[in-house]
Each structure stands twice: as structure tokens, then as C-alpha cells.
């Protein structure tokens, strides 16, 4: 959701802004737009659309140079996607341009207070509002600039209220805010107008925030802070970074600072500091990046998408990798943070996810209740936030979330440790929010997940949850025989997953056979349910075709009323514990000449006769068909956007990573 970057250095910025929104854009594609500062001059380019289609060819008509800039890739959440509204805005003066990821919650007082002083607005953003608030405040910060040796520290300083530095001197990293004098012009960070202007607009507004902030006045400093949207400071050699994600630095860097809620970063070529918003200096950490920027290309694949799906054999590994326990027939994980008698004395479990994860919760809740006997329930991460259910002592919350920066799933969070109750999180994305403030997690190790329709996050999860659930069950009273054979269920996975990529095209025939319908339903009883949600979605995210997941059972008192000869129904018919009683609801359909795709169990004898088309799984547990049965839907849902001529990556209205409520 909106993805910024900013970058000052010695090279040229605009090919790095460019290069990088393009690997953020996944965040939004209403529009971009990118500003750069060269002798003096704030040149801005922005325009709605794509940035091929849009900012791109604005920068060949209208090239711009510096060695210092940002650039935002929007999803519209204040005014309508225009070149109006698109970021970077600028402050009254045209002096300072901010970049911004988040929603400035009491914009519109803030707007009151700014129009009554005399400001005009041109675009209907609240961006534009935080720009002008910090311009607002640089003007009565700034002074006629004088070297520090003749300055005494001004009465109402941040310097003169700030504490000694702790943090950074104690990780080894310290950067003398002396050091900045000279980029600064003369001035020390604590006492810059624009520092200051920046930390005094921040404290007024309430909201989420990630921003990247840069002034005509300054041409070597770039300030960046976040609060609730992710901001990552890059450290590279001679150069710095932010960004929204570290996607889009990867191919510059590895070593990176992953900013706090109300850090506030001051960035030039060759130094940089974290100061919160009162003004001290935070300890920051260095990181290593998990990841190379091969991760992140497309390779031979058309889209993100299709490259996703066919890393999942690989995925279900990485997710395996070094959590199994053949011997005692169990799972480990090393960052739950509780000890057995801890994980024993659980009395139920609350799932809270959001879209795709909220699908892979449901799968959980029945892998977590069949091996473990523990009572799950799962909820949408906002419902859960705002309705306040009763929660027992010895519930734990816990979360899934791919991107860990999902603001619904980051607040369900918040609140349960709010509560007093403890907090597990399953996350993809290492060192994001929701990985940072849970009790204790479990990492997906899935790489990093760009098509904007999750595939390969979502089998992570369902791998990870069948672990969780064995881990849990094997605490209490599942056997080790059932242990061991859900861990050999589980290690055949990912070559039952390589059978079914194997049937791409076969799905692809089947795609361009019923890409001109209007309506799909996607039907599954037990652990099949929640995969016909999930497919609809997928369907539905990047085909645009009205698509419904029900239960196959459920399908009778209502929507069957719906079923007519043009409305196909994907069956997910595996031949588990309740396949006749799916069999005698998929009859429903063909009695009411609803076309029929069934995804069955290899050597079903029975179904070719009664569908219309079949697509057969390879055999195994109930509990895993699963992360068996997703894998052609995820095929069909693609191929179906591709014969319609949709942007599979760059669904319409989606944003991958949704940091608003
Ligand atoms: C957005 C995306 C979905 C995703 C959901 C939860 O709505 O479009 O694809 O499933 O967020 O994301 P998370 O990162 O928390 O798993």
C-alpha cells in the first residue's frame, strides 16, 4: 500500500527511483511520481497510472538529474488516482517534497489551522496537508544560517532538551551529530529548521506514517520517519536509502536499518542518524539482508504470479527445513518464546488474519483442533480489534500475516497484548511490525512474494500450521504413529506439488475453455473449504470474474438458487473422510445442469462420468490435501486472468500490502 523510496549519494538518483519503485509497485499502481533536487532546483514528475505507462515516459519527455531523491508509488486512499494527487507534494513555498505511505487521520484539522495561515491546497490528498504543515513550521524554524562556533544553543532548542546518547554510541555505530555539520550547512542535526520542522509536524499528526522528506535548501539530506507504515534506511557505500520495502534496495545493498514506529531518520551521503520525535538519539541495529536481488526477478516466467506458484515444492521445503523431529515425531521451532508448560497450559486459540492468511487461519483452525484437541476459533484481524470478545485467561492470539505490516492483523495484535494475553505471529517478511512486536513467531521463509495475489505465502503458511498443529497435539495426547505419519505425509508434499505444476497446461486449455463466464462457485466441505474461499479469491483478485467459495453442504440452503447452465462450480472432491457426502452435493449441481469441474483424488473411478472436466490430486492425508488441492486453482485463476487480458501482477485496486484500517 503506496510504497516509498528515497535515495542520496553520489550517483544519479532517478534510474535508482525508478528501478526501485518499479520493484515497490506491487504497493499501489495508481500512480508515482518522484522528486529530485540538482542546484538548487525541486524538479517533480509525477503521473497516474503504472510507471511504465506513465511516469516512465514523462521522464524520457522530461528527464531530470541529482544525486538526491524520492519517489512514491500510490494507492489512492485521499482523492481519486490523478497527476494531481499523486506524490511527492510540496509545501507552500515549492521548497520541501514529501513522499508518504500511511493516512493522516485528523488531516482535516490540520487543514483548518494551515488554510487559516494563509495556505492553498492544490490536490485533495492528506499528504499534501503533512507537507505543508512541515513547511509551515521550517518557517518559523529557520533563521539566517550561521556556523555552529558562532551559536549559542536556542532557549527552546531540541538540543537543549535532549538526552545523552545512548543507543547508537552503544552499538558501536555512533554518527557525532558534529559529523553532519557540514552537509547541514552549518548547522548540527538537533537544532536544523528542517529537522526540527519535520519532528514538530510529526508530533501534531495522528495517523500512520512512513515518509520520505527532502528540501531544495539541502541538497545532501534526505530525512525519513515512519509510524505504523514500514520505512527501511539502506547503508551503502557512499550512498543511503530508504524504502518501503527492501525489494527495492537489495540490488544496492544488503545492509540495512529496519526504523521504529517514531524514528525519525537524517540521512545524508555518508552519514546517518535515528532521533525519535522528542528529539534523542535512538540505538539502531544493522541487519543483514536474508535475501539477493535474484530473489526478487521475474527469471523466465511471464509474471511474478506463475513464478510464485512454481516455487512451492521449494517453499513447503523452506518451511520444513530444520523444524522436523523424526525421532520424537514432532515439530520445533525455535522463536515461540514459551516454555511446554506454557504451550500446555494454552486453552484456546484465537487466529486473527486478513484475506489470504485469513484462509490459511481456517485451515489451521481444523489442523489445530484434529492434532491437538485445543479449541481454535478464527477471526478477521479488524472484527477482533473493535468488538472486543471475552478472552479466558491461557487464550493466545495468534496471527498470520505474509507481508507483517497488514494494519487489521498489526491492530488484532496490539490489542490482544493490550489485554494482557500472549501473542504469536506467523509472518513471511523478516523483522516487519507484526514479526517485531509478537510474543513469539514462526518466520515462513518463503522469499519475497511480489505478485500481488498471494500463491507460495499461502502454501507456507498451511505448511507451517500442519507443523504447529503436530507440535501442539504431540505436547498433548497425539500419538507419535500419528506424528510420523503426518511427517511423512508432509515430506512427500513437495513432489506432489512438482506432479501438479506439471499439469499447467493442461489447466490452461481449461482456463480458455471457461474464461467467458460470469459467475464461478468454488465448493469444498472440511479441509477443502477454506481452499474453495481461497480459490474464488484468487479467481476474483486477478480474473475480475464474480467468483463465490462456499460449503459444498451449505450450497443448498440459498446460493443454489443461483446455479444455472452457465455458472461452472469448481468441486474439490478428494477422496477423504467426506467424500460421499460431497459426491451427493456435487449431484445437486448436476441435477441443475450447473457445469462441473471436479478436482479429485488420483484413480477416482467414479468422477470422470459425472463432471464435466477433472483435474486429479495426487494421494494423501485428509489434513494435507490442503496444500494439494490450491495449486490447480491457483493455475486456473491465472491462466483465466491471462486469457481475459488482465494484469495478472497488477491487479485492479489491489495493493498487496495493506497498512491502512
Ligand atoms: C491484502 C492483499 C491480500 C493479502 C492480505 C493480507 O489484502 O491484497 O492478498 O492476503 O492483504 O496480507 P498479509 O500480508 O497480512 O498476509
Sequence with gaps: MCGIIGYVGKMEAPPILIE???????????????????????????????????????????????????GHTRWAT???????????????????????????????????????????????????ILAHLIGHYYQQERGPVRPQSERGGAPNSISARREPMTGSRRNGIRRSAAAFTEALRGRDVESH????????????????????????????????????????????????????????????????????DFDVAI????????????????????????????????????????????????????????????DAATAKFGGLNMTTAELQSIKRIIIAASGTSWHAALVGEYLIENFARLPVEVEFAHEFCYRSPPLEKNTVLLVISQSGETADTLAALREAKRRGHRTLAIVNVIAST???????????????????????????????LALLALYLGRLRKLPLERGAELLDALAAIPAQIGTLLAQSEALKQLAIKY????????????????????GALKLKEISYIHAEGYSAAEMKHGPI?????????????????????????????????????????????????????????PRTLDPLYPLLAIVPLQLLAYHMAVSRGCDVDKPRNLAKSVTVE
Design 561 to 617: 438458487a443461483l446455479i444455472d447452465s452457465n455458472t461452472p462450480s469448481v468441486f474439490l472432491v478428494p477422496q477423504d473422510s467426506l467424500y460421499s457426502k460431497t459426491m451427493a452435493n456435487l449431484a445437486m449441481i448436476r441435477a441443475r445442469k450447473g457445469p462441473l469441474i471436479a478436482v479429485a483424488s488420483e484413480g477416482d473411478r467414479e468422477i470422470a462420468a459425472l463432471v464435466d472436466d477433472a483435474i486429479y490430486l
Design 78 to 128: 485521499h482523492g481519486p488516482p490523478s497527476d494531481t494527487n499523486s506524490h511527492p507534494h510540496l509545501d507552500q513555498s515549492g521548497t520541501i517534497a514529501v513522499v508518504h505511505n500511511g493516512v493522516i487521520e485528523n488531516y482535516d484539522r490540520l487543514k483548518e489551522k494551515l488554510l487559516k495561515a494563509g495556505h492553498t491546497f492544490r490536490s485533495d490528498t492528506d499528504t499534501e
Design 267 to 326: 540521512v545524508t551521503s555518508d552519514r546517518f542518524e535515528v532521533f525519535n520525535l522528542q528529539a534523542h538519539s535512538v540505538p539502531v541495529q544493522i541487519s543483514q539482508l536474508s535475501f539477493g536481488s535474484q530473489e526478487t526477478e521475474r527469471g523466465e516466467f511471464a509474471h511474478y504470479m506463475l513464478k510464485e506458484i512454481f516455487e512451492q515444492p521449494k517453499t513447503v521445503e523452506n518451511a520444513l527445513r530444520g523444524r522436523v523431529d523424526r
Design 20 to 70: 526501485g519503485l518499479r520493484r515497490l509497485e506491487y504497493r499501489g499502481y495508481d500512480s508515482a511520481g518522484l522528486a529530485v533536487v540538482h542546484e538548487g532546483k525541486l524538479q517533480v514528475r509525477k503521473k497516474q497510472g503504472k510507471i511504465d505507462e506513465g511516469l516512465a515516459r514523462l521522464l524520457e519527455q522530461q528527464p531530470v538529474v541529482g544525486s538526491i531523491g524520492i
Design 515 to 534: 474464461a467467458a463466464a460470469q459467475n464461478f462457485f468454488f465448493l469444498g466441505r472440511g479441509y477443502t473449504f477454506p481452499i474453495a474461499l481461497e
Design 434 to 464: 507484526i514479526a517485531r512486536e509478537a510474543g513469539g513467531g514462526i518466520y515462513m521463509h518463503a522469499g519475497p512474494e511480489i505478485g500481488v495475489a498471494s500463491t507460495k505465502a499461502f502454501m507456507s503458511m498451511l505448511a507451517i
Design 193 to 260: 529548521p528542517l529537522v526540527r520542522a519535520v519532528c514538530a509536524a510529526l508530533r501534531e499528526v495522528i495517523g500512520t506514517y512512513g515518509v520520505a522528506i527532502i528540501s531544495k535548501e539541502y541538497p545532501n539530506l534526505l530525512i525519513g520517519a515512519r509510524h505504523g507504515s514500514p520505512l527501511i534506511l539502506g547503508i551503502g557505500a557512499g550512498d543511503h536509502f530508504l524504502t518501503s520495502d527492501a525489494n527495492a534496495i537489495v540490488a544496492h545493498t544488503a545492509k540495512v536499518v529496519y526504523l521504529n
